[in-house]
């Protein structure tokens, strides 16, 4: 087995010891496994048009293979999905699901139907590091990264399960990376499924239609606009320093300045891209109209709009939703300085499929990326080893 084959066995962590997982391979990826073949660029192009349109992984039915090349594949590669441990559907269509990985660990997914799109929020991580005071999957801890296959794998198994849409496309018209984990910090596993989602050979999304949302990792989001044109969604929160600091402890290491100018060169490398903000409402935190005013001198004449959400609790949370008027009044002062300014439609709550509510099954936690453990209530520092 090549070295670039090792490497990818060895972070595909469903495939077995001998085997490659060809799932959430980027095309260059597949490419590069057939030369090694001797076999034409092309195969790698026919295997994604099986795998993510036809919805085909068994390799005995790719009927414009070789015979030969599908039993080298059988002897080499694999197609491993994610499983499915439970499925929960609500009360107003939304659809959760709960992905088992590995060790007793699990990730969800959310399906969101709508008349004219179907959305898919899917994780990236087994729980998360960053802790944001208000989020369910922070409260879970950390165990680690998905792998690309374990991501593009949710997408898969909800397109098989779901029924197409009544014009014939697939169920999943739109993907966020608004589930577990922050993406930005797995940023090598992502990369490849982002190309793979906006792929024409593969899901052949529009760019539009696929967005990261992120924390606020900045290096990575300045890397991200150099490597894929995908939309970008911010989770700000706060309109300062000092509050930001409380309740997304990443701004610590990258405060709203440094955040915002990433943002701003990310618009910039791309024609008429805006930057959502993501802004949880949460009762007397972070809800005044005084807030409002900050966030708008914040995004004033920039290429941004503003998503509100209204906070979906869970248990052991400290916080509270803001009031419907509150909210109103929030969303119409921006709204009436001229800022873009929607409030998110709660779906789902009633299996606690919501916004901020993934939980997943995490265990095993390891520190967090600010140098943290949480203990309790508490975060104590741990020395690095």
């Given at each position: 087995m090549t070295a670039f084959a090792l490497a990818h066995a060895k972070d595909?962590?469903?495939?077995?010891?001998?085997?490659?997982?060809?799932?959430?391979?980027?095309?260059?990826?597949?490419?590069?496994?057939?030369?090694?073949?001797?076999?034409?660029?092309?195969?790698?192009?026919?295997?994604?048009?099986?795998?993510?349109q036809r919805g085909v992984i068994d390799f005995e039915e790719m009927t414009d293979?070789?015979?030969?090349?599908?039993?080298?594949?059988?002897?080499?590669?694999?197609?491993?999905?994610?499983q499915v441990q439970s499925r929960f559907d609500s009360a107003d269509g939304t659809v959760k699901w709960l992905f088992a990985t590995d060790c007793g660990q699990a990730v969800e997914t959310v399906f969101i139907p709508e008349p004219a799109r179907g959305?898919?929020?899917?994780?990236?991580?087994?729980?998360?590091?960053?802790?944001?005071?208000?989020?369910?999957?922070?409260?879970?801890?950390f165990n680690r990264n998905l792998t690309s296959a374990e991501i593009i794998g949710q997408v898969w198994q909800a397109n098989s399960e779901l029924p197409r849409r009544e014009n014939g496309e697939l169920?999943?018209?739109?993907?966020?990376?608004?589930?577990?984990?922050?993406?930005?910090?797995?940023?090598?596993?992502?990369?490849?499924?982002?190309?793979?989602?906006?792929?024409?050979?593969?899901?052949?999304?529009?760019?539009?239609?696929?967005?990261?949302?992120?924390?606020?990792?900045?290096?990575?989001?300045?890397?991200?606009?150099?490597e894929c044109n995908v939309s970008l969604a911010?989770?700000?929160?706060?309109?300062?320093?000092?509050?930001?600091?409380?309740?997304?402890?990443?701004?610590?290491?990258?405060?709203?300045?440094?955040?915002?100018g990433a943002c701003w060169t990310y618009a910039a490398k791309h024609a008429n891209r805006f930057i959502t903000f993501e802004y949880v409402m949460l009762r007397g935190v972070n809800d005044s109209i005084a807030h409002?005013?900050?966030?708008?001198?914040?995004?004033?004449?920039?290429?941004?709009?503003?998503?509100?959400?209204?906070?979906?609790?869970?248990?052991?949370t400290v916080f509270k939703r803001s009031s419907a008027e509150t909210i109103r009044h929030f969303q119409n002062r921006l709204r009436e300085k001229g800022l873009v300014a929607t409030t998110r439609k709660t779906r789902g709550d009633d299996i606690d499929a919501a916004c901020g509510q993934l939980a997943?099954?995490?265990?095993?936690?390891?520190?967090?990326?600010?140098?943290e453990k949480r203990v309790g209530d508490r975060n104590?520092?741990?020395?690095?080893a």
């Open positions: 595909a962590m469903t495939a077995t010891a001998d085997k490659i997982n060809l799932l959430g391979m980027s095309q260059d990826m597949l490419e590069q496994f057939f030369a090694e073949r001797d076999e034409k660029p092309f195969r790698a192009r026919q295997l994604m048009q099986w795998i993510y293979l070789s015979k030969k090349l599908r039993e080298r594949l059988q002897q080499d590669a694999e197609i491993v999905l994610p959305t898919l929020c899917i994780s990236s991580q087994v729980g998360c590091a960053l802790d944001c005071a208000f989020c369910a999957t922070g409260a879970q801890g169920a999943v018209t739109n993907v966020v990376f608004m589930g577990m984990g922050e993406p930005l910090a797995n940023y090598r596993n992502v990369i490849p499924v982002l190309k793979l989602l906006v792929s024409d050979l593969a899901c052949g999304l529009s760019r539009r239609r696929v967005t990261v949302s992120t924390s606020g990792i900045v290096p990575h989001i300045d890397k991200l606009g150099d911010v989770s700000l929160h706060a309109p300062n320093d000092a509050l930001r600091n409380e309740i997304v402890p990443i701004n610590k290491l990258h405060p709203i300045a440094d955040l915002l409002a005013d900050e966030l708008y001198r914040l995004l004033n004449r920039k290429p941004a709009k503003v998503n509100l959400i209204p906070f979906n609790p869970f248990p052991g997943g099954e995490v265990s095993n936690r390891v520190r967090n990326r600010l140098g104590i520092k741990v020395v690095s």
